[in-house]
Nanobody
Framework: QVQLVESGGGLVQAGGSLRLSCAAS????????MGWFRQAPGKERDFVAG????????HYADSVKDRFTISRDNAKNTVYLQMNSLKPEDTAVYYC????????????????WGKGTLVTVSS
């Protein structure tokens, strides 16, 4: 079992930056591919970014490519999402997730989920 706890969300103006963190505890963190998903009010949960077990491979949704960067520190059991040039349409609850499959953009392929952290981008 893996427990995931997100942090770093908040209110930011358009054009600003935030860094989300996801701390993992439980079974071997480095054996899981990790991802970030987001869900805006009234919408489905969408893929944002994913990273392989070692961190050597990454993939992104087109909507965040060149603005967001995913990374992980297996020594600290933590995955990060650096978000730059934020836009109002990035407003959502951001979820950290872990799973055995990489690459994957489907929430149904993820086995473990955090409770989410809210990111609000004002215009």
């Amino acid at each position: 079992q893996v427990q995931l706890v997100e942090s770093g969300g908040g209110l930011v103006q358009a054009g600003g930056s935030l860094r989300l963190s996801c701390a993992a505890s439980g079974r071997a963190f480095s054996s899981y591919a990790m991802g970030w998903f987001r869900q805006a009010p009234g919408k489905e949960r969408d893929f944002v970014a994913g990273i392989s077990w070692s961190g050597s491979r990454k993939h992104y949704a087109d909507s965040v490519k060149d603005r967001f960067t995913i990374s992980r520190d297996n020594a600290k059991n933590t995955v990060y999402l650096q978000m730059n040039s934020l836009k109002p349409e990035d407003t959502a609850v951001y979820y950290c997730a872990g799973g055995a499959r990489y690459p994957s953009t489907s929430a149904s392929n993820m086995d473990y989920w955090g409770k989410g952290t809210l990111v609000t981008v004002s215009s």
